[in-house]
């Protein structure tokens, strides 16, 4: 196992594919800075606002990078002479996962750094208590640790590079996808306190007296039960949150996170070892 895991980091740092991935987070934060940066000292925002906007891009990029590295391995015939060499299974399996996660955090601390450098002398320092910022790096650390176990389960699964990345990437959009329809839910106010109303002349901001009219779009009673368990649960939800600055039980977050990558490790396991490798 150690030797898999020494293997695995050297190669990870000669990769590419790593290093190309890193830059276009860093690009990505720098432009995302850069426009958003006016708005948000207009709003009396700090760099928090844009920081943790990092979470939500962790989704696509691992899904991307763990895709293509794995995939790269099947292709080389890396994990076949592992396999060969007398390696089992489960440390090959567990190898590729720990290094998948550690390339995870090390892309997410260049692009933190990237994100830094720009928003520092752009929009000023961070808004937050360093304990808040600690629980949402906690929870960003948890959601990510669920990305890499996810995405290194259907890369060994999957062992066409092609298939692989299509997989890992259209999962990752529809996660998104349905974690912003259910954020969104949940951000609905049960009121409506101030409305737009369009007339010839334009549109008027109205404020409504007293607690305002009852929103027809708000999610209450056992349906936002629900839709608060899979905000919680799925690591894109947590990535809304994380980015909205909104994380209010970590330990909670921290805890689904844990028992997420559990199953999913233990299920990847289970298929891999069942798996004829070619």
């Keep these: 196992m150690r030797n898999l895991l020494s293997a695995g980091l050297f190669r990870l740092l000669r990769s590419r594919l790593l290093w190309l991935t890193a830059l276009a987070i860093v690009a990505f934060m720098g432009v995302f800075i850069v426009s958003t940066s006016g708005q948000a000292i207009h709003y009396g925002e700090g760099l928090d606002s844009r920081f943790f906007c990092l979470f939500l891009l962790a989704d696509l990029f691992c899904a991307v990078f763990c895709s293509l ?40 601390f260049i692009g933190g750094l990237g994100a830094i450098a720009f928003g520092l002398p752009l929009i000023g320092g961070f808004h937050m208590t360093a304990r808040e910022i600690a629980a949402h790096l906690a929870c960003g650390v948890g959601a990510t640790a669920v990305y890499a176990s996810v995405y290194t389960l259907l890369a060994f699964l999957i062992p066409n590079r092609a298939l692989s990345a299509s997989a890992c990437f259209l999962t990752s959009i529809l996660t998104l996808s349905f974690s912003q329809k259910i954020f969104s839910g949940l951000e609905q106010p049960e009121r409506i306190l101030s409305q737009y109303i369009f007339t010839p002349e334009g549109a008027q901001l109205v404020e409504n007296g007293g607690e305002g009219a ?5 999610v209450g009673g056992v349906q936002r039960t629900i839709y608060e368990f899979f905000n919680d649960v799925l690591p894109t939800g947590q990535g809304f949150q994380i980015s909205n600055l909104s994380v209010e039980r970590p330990w909670l977050l921290l805890a689904y996170s844990l028992v997420l990558v559990l199953l999913t490790t233990a299920l990847g396991l289970f298929l891999f070892r069942r798996k004829d490798v070619k």
């Excluded at 009852?214 to 708000?218: D, R």
Aim: with cysteine; glycine share 12%; proline share 2%.
């Design 69 to 108: 590295h794995l995939g790269q391995e099947y292709g080389e015939g890396a994990i076949r002479n592992k396999l060969m060499a007398g390696h089992s299974r489960i440390s090959v399996y567990l190898a590729g996962l720990i290094c998948s996660f550690l390339a995870s955090l090390l892309l997410l």
């Design 214 to 218: 009852l929103n027809p779009a708000y």
